[in-house]
């Protein structure tokens, strides 16, 4: 049974951290590329960061750029989204999602998401 769970979202101040993580299970998580997208109400959900396979490029949203970092771990099927100075702005449901191949078939896997909220 495939599984993403995304935990670490919650309240925090304007200038403070949070530390995301996904963890993923019933595929294979370490071939995928991994991606973390955020929504707001009424708006689309737009893609925050990337991660290859094997961690080794990231890209970023410009608006986050210097400010999350995200990261891997394909020994604990988990992928990270630090993010610091935060502003009331990414306020949002943030979701991981999984992007790969199983027997030459491209799938998706999304996480359910978790809140994230920036105010004072």
């Known amino acids: 049974q495939v599984q993403l769970v995304e935990s670490g979202g919650g309240l925090v101040q304007p200038g403070g951290s949070l530390r995301l993580s996904c963890a993923a299970s019933g595929f294979t998580f370490s071939t995928c590329i991994m991606s973390w997208y955020r929504q707001t109400p009424g708006k689309e959900r737009e893609l925050v960061a990337t991660?290859?396979?094997?961690?080794?490029?990231?890209n970023y949203l410009d608006s986050v750029k210097g400010r999350f970092t995200i990261s891997r771990d394909n020994t604990k099927n988990t992928v990270y989204l630090q993010m610091n100075s935060l502003k009331p702005e990414d306020t949002a449901v943030y979701y991981c999602?999984?992007?790969?191949?199983?027997?030459?078939?491209?799938?998706?896997?999304w996480g359910q998401g978790t809140q994230v909220t920036v105010s004072s």
């Open positions: 999602k999984a992007t790969g191949t199983s027997r030459s078939v491209w799938f998706q896997h």
């Open positions: 991660i290859t396979s094997v961690g080794i490029t990231t």
